[in-house]
């Protein structure tokens, strides 16, 4: 059975080698969602989540951007779920199990975890990078630091 060092080690090599695939598809493209759509596709296949994609600041609300995975909400009200906390707080947050998070916002019943990443572009909020797990505790601070260094990429072709 893996040690936790292992399994923490194998995690950063994956997004070594994601973040190496999203600086050269960023790098190539100039259209904002064709980027978006790309880099969604990339974490996806990258990692098996249940759920990737964005939501883009439009006046009090986040509207449903470019994703992978079942259908989702198409809007959210700022400060309300995970992705509104994230974008008014502009802070990322991780939630062990989504089912206890005062607010929670169920676009799927199939979610049980999720991590929400604010996109800072020119010290403002343009939206948030939503990721949802089936498993429960999918999320650590691993993930928070390579997915906060990966949309600092994406918005700075953005």
């Known amino acids: 059975m893996m040690d936790i060092l292992t399994k923490k080690q194998e995690k950063t090599k994956q997004y070594e080698t994601?973040?190496?695939?999203?600086?050269?598809?960023?790098?190539?493209?100039?259209?904002?969602?064709?980027?978006?759509?790309?880099?969604?596709?990339?974490?996806?296949?990258?990692?098996?989540?249940?759920?990737?994609?964005?939501?883009?600041?439009?006046?009090?609300?986040?509207?449903?951007?470019?994703?992978?995975?079942?259908?989702?909400?198409?809007?959210?009200?700022?400060?309300?779920?995970?992705?509104?906390?994230?974008?008014?707080?502009?802070?990322s947050i991780i939630v062990g199990n989504v089912h206890e998070f005062p607010g929670h916002i169920a676009c799927s019943p199939e979610s049980n975890s999720e991590i929400v990443i604010p996109l800072i572009k020119d010290r403002q909020c343009i939206g948030v990078l939503d990721i949802d797990s089936k498993e429960f505790d999918c999320f650590d601070e691993i993930d928070q630091l390579w997915l906060e260094r990966l949309?600092?990429?994406?918005?700075?072709?953005?």
């Open 18 to 91: 994601l973040f190496m695939q999203i600086k050269a598809l960023m790098s190539s493209n100039e259209n904002r969602i064709s980027n978006m759509a790309n880099f969604t596709a990339a974490v996806k296949s990258s990692f098996g989540f249940f759920w990737v994609g964005f939501y883009l600041a439009e006046s009090n609300d986040l509207v449903l951007g470019p994703f992978q995975g079942p259908v989702a909400c198409m809007r959210i009200a700022k400060g309300k779920g995970v992705c509104g906390l994230s974008w008014s707080n502009e802070k």
């Open 151 to 158: 949309c600092s990429c994406l918005t700075s072709v953005l």
